[in-house]
């Protein structure tokens, strides 16, 4: 018999085995309140969203805010589910080191082979380290998200998928691009807010800009009133004037205020609409002045 009394065993049963017994207990309770807690502030960030677009009832019908809450929601998510894994690593690798410390095996050691190991792992995965801590400040930052139209340098696209470690776009011709997190330099958000759509009226260089513009005015009025077309408008176009003179073109701007996404079809509305209205009266376009021998 190991022990010679019984004092003895008690003693022993309520030493080692009942220490390292609540440790486990405990961290495990720990863990729970943890991951309750965040949970809990993950649930009221995403209410807070929802509450902030949702004071306005217009804006909850519009699908570029629904999208809008849906994405603050799911980065909520995102960041939940990030900082709950990090809590259960840390937790557990902190009970193991404990537990270990009452069977009595040598940590140190352990810990300075660790050291070595992860100063080697480290120089071996730098890129990949670099990748993870990227996506984590994109995320917190919420930089894009899916569903956005951005630029990352080296490709263009909607975004299909945000991680840790790639962000996958998908571009014009349905090429799908994987771009490193940690590549990434820069990011040019085209779905962010508005956009702003450019439109170039190019007429014949004799025309007179008095005549011209007023048109125009009338055309740009004409598509703030009309109800599909004023949806995807952020505010009425405006005729910005004569923006060039040269090789007998006179060319007049517009700009449109548009919804994300909308900075493309918009000019198609307004060139038709403007091109009806020119021929109506008469306004010429550019002429072609020919030359050579004869001219």
Same mark, same amino acid.
């Given at each position: 018999?190991?022990?010679? $009394?019984?004092?003895?065993? =008690?003693?022993?049963?309520?030493?080692?085995?009942?220490? +390292?017994?609540? #440790? !486990?207990? %405990?961290?495990?309770?720990?863990?729970?309140?943890?991951?309750?807690?965040?949970?809990?502030?993950?649930?009221?960030?995403?209410?807070?969203?929802? *509450?902030?677009?949702?004071?306005?009832?217009?804006?909850?019908?519009?699908?570029?805010?629904?999208?809008?809450?849906?994405?603050?929601?799911?980065?909520? &998510?995102?960041?939940?589910?990030?900082?709950?894994?990090?809590?259960?690593? $840390?937790?557990?690798?902190?009970?193991?080191? $404990?537990?270990?410390?009452?069977?009595? +095996?040598?940590?140190?050691? &352990?810990?300075?082979?660790?050291?070595?190991?992860?100063?080697?792992?480290?120089?071996?995965?730098?890129?990949?380290? /670099?990748?993870?801590?990227?996506?984590?400040?994109? #995320? !917190?930052?919420?930089?894009?998200?899916?569903?956005?139209?951005?630029? $990352?340098?080296?490709?263009? %696209?909607?975004?299909?998928?945000?991680?840790?470690?790639?962000?996958?776009?998908?571009?014009?011709?349905?090429? @799908?691009?994987? @771009?490193?997190?940690?590549?990434?330099?820069? +990011?040019?958000?085209?779905?962010? %807010?508005?956009? &702003?759509?450019?439109? *170039? !009226?190019?007429?014949?260089?004799?025309?007179?800009?008095?005549?011209?513009?007023?048109?125009? *005015?009338?055309?740009?009025?004409?598509?703030?009133?009309?109800?599909?077309?004023?949806?995807?408008? !952020?505010?009425?176009?405006?005729?910005?004037?004569?923006?060039?003179?040269?090789?007998?073109?006179?060319?007049?701007?517009?700009?449109?205020?548009?919804?994300?996404?909308?900075?493309?079809?918009?000019?198609? *509305?307004?060139?038709?609409?403007?091109?009806?209205?020119?021929? /109506?009266? %008469?306004?010429? =376009?550019?002429?072609?002045?020919?030359?050579?021998?004869?001219?």
């Amino acid at each position: 018999m190991p022990f010679e $009394t019984w004092e003895e065993f =008690g003693a022993a049963l309520l030493g080692a085995p009942l220490r +390292i017994a609540l #440790i !486990i207990v %405990g961290a495990v309770v720990l863990r729970w309140l943890i991951h309750r807690s965040i949970r809990g502030v993950e649930t009221a960030a995403a209410t807070r969203a929802e *509450d902030k677009h949702r004071k306005n009832a217009e804006k909850v019908a519009d699908p570029a805010t629904a999208a809008d809450i849906e994405r603050r929601h799911q980065r909520a &998510l995102t960041l939940g589910s990030l900082l709950r894994s990090v809590a259960t690593f $840390t937790i557990a690798a902190v009970t193991i080191l $404990t537990v270990m410390a009452e069977v009595n +095996i040598p940590v140190g050691p &352990l810990l300075a082979s660790a050291g070595v190991g992860g100063v080697a792992l480290g120089f071996g995965a730098q890129a990949l380290v /670099k990748d993870f801590l990227s996506g984590i400040f994109m #995320i !917190i930052e919420d930089q894009y998200g899916v569903g956005d139209l951005i630029d $990352t340098g080296e490709a263009i %696209g909607t975004v299909e998928e945000v991680t840790l470690r790639i962000t996958r776009l998908r571009d014009l011709e349905g090429v @799908v691009w994987f @771009v490193r997190n940690g590549e990434i330099v820069r +990011i040019g958000n085209k779905s962010e %807010g508005w956009s &702003l759509a450019t439109i *170039d !009226i190019p007429v014949s260089y004799d025309e007179e800009p008095a005549r011209v513009i007023p048109l125009l *005015d009338e055309v740009t009025e004409q598509v703030w009133e009309d109800p599909e077309l004023h949806a995807k408008l !952020i505010e009425q176009p405006s005729v910005a004037g004569v923006e060039s003179v040269s090789g007998g073109v006179m060319t007049l701007r517009i700009f449109a205020k548009c919804k994300p996404g909308e900075q493309w079809a918009m000019p198609r *509305d307004i060139r038709r609409r403007v091109k009806a209205s020119l021929d /109506k009266h %008469g306004v010429r =376009g550019p002429q072609i002045t020919p030359y050579g021998p004869g001219s």
